[in-house]
């Protein structure tokens, strides 16, 4: 199935008073990479970001449409002719440094405060909420005058996660704990530590 047509049966699940879980246990059996039940959680969370597991304070934003988040020292480049790459480097709430390096999957057009138009990359990157794990569509942006590193929008909440806005770091279930560099056995393509 294709994902428009599951939150589109999801929506008219819940319009029609059904239990939205059902309906994600049973897309979960059918493959299309849901795990387990919908659990709600805080408008903010912490989330681990990328293969080496390193941590954010974000906000879960029902509004956007794909993830951002704040990405320093980006340097987009051609490994060949219409094969867009990206350097860049993440910071984690404690200090700690990720440098990555990896392919564009596109190009999103952002407006900004100010009406016009921002072009940022877009990547896959894992991410974990609430002990609920998988690759969201992340467009990497200056989020240096924002309060939160990443933000988690529906792409990635969607058949997963609903967010009850009275609530703030709400969840039960921790994610995994960061890994070290050769645990994870990062590679020229993928992720180092700093």
């Known amino acids: ?16 008073l059904l239990p939205c879980t059902a309906l994600a246990e049973e897309e979960d059996a059918m493959g299309d990479g849901v795990r387990g039940e919908v659990i709600t959680l805080g408008y903010l969370e912490d989330v681990r970001v990328g293969a080496l597991g390193l941590s954010m304070k974000g906000k879960l934003d029902t509004g956007a ?5 704040y990405a320093r020292d980006i340097e987009l480049y051609e490994r060949k002719k219409n094969d867009n790459w ?17 392919n564009v999957i596109r190009f999103a057009s952002i407006k900004d405060k100010r009406g016009g138009r921002i072009r940022r990359p877009v ?26 590193d990443i933000l988690v929008g529906r792409e990635f909440l969607a058949h997963r ?20 560099e050769e645990q994870d056995g990062a590679t020229a393509a993928g992720p180092s530590e700093e």
């Not at 996660?161 to 070290?180: G, K, L, M, N, Y």
């Open 86 to 102: 990206v350097r860049f480097r993440l910071v984690g709430k404690n200090g700690r440094s990720i440098r990555y390096d990896q």
């Open 161 to 180: 996660i609903a967010v009850d806005s009275s609530r703030t770091f709400a969840s039960d279930e921790p994610c995994t704990e960061e890994q070290d």
């Open 65 to 69: 449409d794909t993830s951002s988040v």
């Open 123 to 148: 990547i896959h990157l894992p991410i974990c909420v609430g002990g609920k794990e998988g690759v969201a569509e992340i467009n990497l942006a200056d989020r240096s005058e924002f309060d939160y």
């Open 1 to 16: 199935m294709q994902p428009e047509l599951n939150l589109r049966r999801l929506v008219a699940a819940c319009l029609l």
